[in-house]
C-alpha cells in the first residue's frame, strides 16, 4: 500500500518563508504527478503545484513566483518552497502523488494526512 508523509508545516509570519516536503512509498510502480494541494477553512480544495514525470511544472497563479516545487525521483519526494508568504496561504497543505497502472492508461491518487500553514503576525 502506497504511503505518502507529509513534513514542514507550521506558523510563519507575513513575508516568511517555509518548505514542505512529501516522501511516497510502499509498492509504488511508476509515479506520473506530485505536487501539492491547500485548503483553506470554508473552501475547496485548490492545486498549488504539480510537477510531471517529464518534468513539467503547473503554478496556481497566486503563487507563482513566490513557490517553487521540486523533485527527488530516486527519493520518491517532492519539496514546496514557499517564500514571499501571505496571510491567504493559510491553509492545510495536502501532498498529492498520482501512480500508473501496470496496464491501462488509468492513474490512483493518493495522499498525505495534511501538513498545517499558519501565516499571521
Known amino acids: 500500500q502506497v504511503q505518502v508523509v507529509e513534513s514542514g508545516g507550521g506558523l510563519v509570519q507575513p513575508g516568511g518563508s517555509l518548505r514542505l516536503s512529501c516522501t511516497a512509498s510502499?509498492?509504488?510502480?511508476?509515479?506520473?504527478?506530485m505536487g501539492w494541494y491547500r485548503q483553506a477553512p470554508g473552501k475547496q480544495r485548490e492545486l498549488v503545484a504539480a510537477?510531471?514525470?517529464?518534468?513539467?511544472?503547473n503554478y496556481a497563479d497566486s503563487v507563482k513566483g513566490r513557490f517553487a516545487i521540486s523533485r527527488d525521483n530516486a527519493r520518491n519526494t517532492v519539496y514546496l518552497q514557499m517564500n514571499s508568504l501571505k496571510p491567504e496561504d493559510t491553509a492545510v497543505y495536502y501532498c498529492?502523488?498520482?501512480?500508473?497502472?501496470?496496464?491501462?492508461?488509468?492513474?490512483?491518487?493518493?495522499w498525505g494526512q495534511g501538513t498545517q500553514v499558519t501565516v499571521s503576525s
Open positions: 510537477i510531471i514525470s517529464g518534468g513539467n511544472i
Open positions: 498529492n502523488v498520482r501512480t500508473h497502472r501496470p496496464t491501462g492508461p488509468q492513474k490512483d491518487d493518493y
Open positions: 510502499g509498492g509504488i510502480l511508476s509515479i506520473y504527478t
